[in-house]
């Protein structure tokens, strides 16, 4: 539908488990990101990958560890999470121009993830 | 970072009446942008307005900004019970590829 797949579409995890979501783009954009959703409050920026590159990390706790092994795949490893990080978890990818110009974002369906 | 603020939090409507949703935000920035989300799933990109433009038209829907109130409105006309979602405004105040800013929604519900 919008050509950014996520899997998988719903995961529930022990806070000892290690599990990892994964992004794929079929648009040939060159920049990623990962959201989170919490109920009742904004969506909120994780993390950034521009041409691979990580760009941002908007102070996100270290259970939380980013991979982008080319500009068309992302993941997020998760180890000892918290239930309180339960949320939906959103990709979306865009095609960075240079000199700073403004671009759309395509999102993926989202990951649910439930901590337990 | 700055978020926008979505008002009002939830709106309900007769189909076939339009809808009109607000964002206002307080620091500068490149481009707004409106996004769609149905129950649960990932976000839809409506419109996107620039800092120069002051309004863009997509089918039934019709996007204002005014820079200088730092607010913009998103207009449905002739609802449809498909409308029926949860809005966002998003804020791009960075570079090309930074992340957008979110607000926290208008959720919407057209009545049949």
């Known amino acids: 539908e919008t050509g950014v797949t996520q899997t998988p579409r719903h995961l529930v995890m022990g806070m000892t488990n290690k599990k990892s979501l994964k992004c794929e783009q079929h648009l040939g954009h060159n920049a990623m990101y990962w959201y989170k959703q919490s109920a009742k409050k904004p969506l909120e920026l994780m993390f950034v990958y521009n041409f691979k590159e990580q760009t941002e990390n908007n102070s996100v706790p270290s259970r939380f560890s980013p991979e982008c092994p080319n500009s068309s795949h992302l993941f997020l490893h998760l180890h000892t999470l918290q239930p309180e990080d339960s949320a939906l978890y959103l990709c979306?990818?865009?095609?960075?121009?240079?000199?700073?110009?403004?671009?759309?974002?395509?999102f993926g369906p989202g990951t649910r993830l439930t901590v337990l | 970072s700055q978020q926008g603020e979505e008002d009002p939090q939830a709106l309900s409507i007769q189909e076939g009446e339009n809808a009109t949703m607000n964002c206002s935000y307080k620091t500068s920035i490149n481009n707004l942008q409106w996004y769609r989300q149905n129950s649960g799933r990932g976000l839809v990109h409506l419109i996107l307005i620039r800092s120069n433009e002051r309004e863009k038209h997509s089918g039934r829907l019709r996007v204002t900004l005014d820079t200088s109130k730092k607010s913009s409105s998103l207009l449905i006309t002739a609802s449809r019970a498909a409308d029926t979602a949860s809005y966002f405004c998003a804020l791009h105040s960075g570079g090309g590829a930074d992340g957008l800013t979110f607000g926290k929604g208008t959720h919407l519900i057209i009545q049949p």
């Open positions: 979306a990818s865009s095609q960075a121009l240079g000199g700073g110009a403004p671009d759309t974002q395509y």
